[in-house]
Each structure stands twice: as structure tokens, then as C-alpha cells.
């Protein structure tokens, strides 16, 4: 039985915060809530929880709500030693509410519409790391982060080369995992993280892990 995915939920309005606990899925635990960022902020830092699940618009801060809780969680890890993951759940779907909070660092963007099944799917799924959008919201998400046709089309012929495990390898360290830390997070020995880290430089043509992270950053796959 695998262990349950550790939440934080931070909404200002506690009846919405008791609703989402009430559907969400029994392997999700929900470990910490908080009603503004200045509390969301001292309760990741206590919990590290896996992911936090965050509204946009939260009074405290600089006054850039979820944005603020990201920026001002920075750092903070799970206790595997894996990032703390964001997911922004609001009722607003104005692009600028998206692209600010992506820019920040959220892993993905629903709608305060989504089912709880689906709910519960976009959490599990943004703790494995993946990005994940309402449908409608992705369109703002490509657009602000300038993913023309052909700058996808230049990343993509750049990640083929890669296989499904050194694109895995690849993120965690551009991410700063160390060597130790992405084999446990993979299931794999140090052995041979070190060789498909070799193997991702050799294929990027790039000579270090601070110019795989540069390169990973400049295309936004982190």
C-alpha cells in the first residue's frame, strides 16, 4: 500500500476548505489548512506536505496571494527531500490569474468547477510531478510563455533524443536533485543515475549540471 499523498489546503473561506476535504479521495491527507498567505506560508514550512492546493486571490502578503505562498515557500521540500508541489484552485479563469500564479511556480491551474474525482486526479498527478490545466486554461499558458509552433518544435526535436527515463533524470537534476536523491525518487542505483546523466549532456551537448539546469529552465520544463 503506498503512503497518502500529504495536502495543504489554503482558502480564505473555511466552508470551501470542509467541501473539498469532503470530496476529495481517502489517500488524500490533508495535513494543514490556512485562511491567508502569511498563515499558508507557516504551515508548509511545518507540514512539507507533497502538494499544496491554493487559491489565487488570499489577503496578506504583498498582495499577490497564491503567488505570494509560492515565493514565500520557496525551498521548502517533502520529507523524501522532492519539492513541495502548487496547484491553484480558483474560481477565477482570467488569464492573467493563470500566467501569474504559473509564473510563480505552480505546477498546474483548475477551476473551482472540476468534480472531485477530477480533483483528486489533478493533485496525484501534479505530486508526480506533471503540469496540470483546466482545458480552456492551457491556451493562456502556451501563449504567455511564447510556445509558438516552432519554438515546440525546437524543444521537442531536443527531447527526443532523450528516452523516457534520462527526460525523468534530467528534470530532477536540473532541479538540484543530487545524484543519491534522484535514485531513490526513481527507483534506481547511483550508478546509474550517473550514467544517464552522462549519457543526457553527451546527447544536449552541454558540460555540466548548471548548463543542463540553464538549458531546462530556458525552455520551461521545470
Do not use: C
Request: glycine share 10%.
Amino acid at each position: 500500500m503506498t503512503d497518502p499523498i500529504r495536502l495543504v489546503l489554503v482558502d480564505d473561506h473555511r466552508m470551501f476548505r470542509s467541501g473539498v476535504k469532503a470530496e476529495l479521495d481517502p489517500t488524500l491527507e490533508v495535513v494543514g489548512e490556512a485562511a491567508d498567505v502569511d498563515e499558508a506560508v507557516r504551515v508548509v514550512a511545518a507540514t512539507r506536505p507533497d502538494v499544496v492546493l491554493l487559491d489565487v486571490h488570499l489577503p496578506g502578503g504583498n498582495g499577490n496571494g497564491g503567488s505570494d505562498v509560492i515565493s514565500g515557500s520557496r525551498g521548502t521540500t517533502t520529507g523524501s527531500g522532492a519539492p513541495v508541489r502548487f496547484l491553484a484552485l480558483s474560481v477565477s479563469d482570467a488569464a492573467e490569474d493563470v500566467i501569474a500564479v504559473i509564473r510563480a511556480g505552480a505546477r498546474g491551474y483548475v477551476t473551482k468547477t472540476i468534480s472531485g474525482t477530477d480533483l483528486t486526479t489533478a493533485i496525484r498527478r501534479v505530486a508526480d510531478g506533471d503540469a496540470v490545466f483546466s482545458p480552456r486554461l492551457a491556451g493562456f499558458v502556451l501563449d504567455a510563455f511564447g510556445a509558438a509552433a516552432g519554438e515546440v518544435a525546437e524543444v521537442d526535436e531536443e527531447l527526443d533524443r532523450l528516452s523516457a527515463r534520462e527526460r525523468e533524470v534530467m528534470r530532477l537534476i536540473a532541479r538540484g536533485f543530487q545524484y543519491k536523491e534522484v535514485a531513490k525518487e526513481l527507483f534506481i542505483s547511483v550508478k546509474t543515475v550517473e550514467t544517464h546523466v552522462s549519457s543526457v549532456l553527451r546527447k544536449l551537448q552541454l558540460s555540466s549540471r548548471h548548463e543542463l539546469t540553464a538549458w531546462a529552465v530556458g525552455r520551461r520544463l521545470l
